[in-house]
């Protein structure tokens, strides 16, 4: 099987990101929100949990039971924080 082409999209790399939120022990994993309306369409497949707006970059997670709400966004800003974008 062959590995899928990276997606970038306006310069970030959404499966770095995707797989930074994904390293975070506070999150059990990303998801497309109550609506499915965070989800990137990519060719051949779709990303649930990260979607590119023209400012910012919205995810979506679903976190782990008893972790405070605070302490999942920071443990994911952190985690994106080293993420550049690319040109």
Do not use: F, N
Request: charged share 20%.
């Amino acid at each position: 099987m062959t590995q899928p082409a990276p997606a970038i999209i306006d310069g970030v790399d959404l499966d770095a990101v995707a797989a930074a939120v994904r390293g975070c022990p506070a999150i059990d994993d990303l998801s497309p929100g109550p609506w499915g309306g965070v989800v990137t369409y990519l060719p051949g497949r779709q990303l649930a949990g990260v979607r590119v707006a023209s400012d910012h970059v919205l995810i979506s997670v679903r976190g782990r039971w008893g972790v405070p709400v605070a302490e999942m966004a920071r443990q994911v800003r952190t985690a994106v924080a080293g993420l550049d974008r690319k040109s």
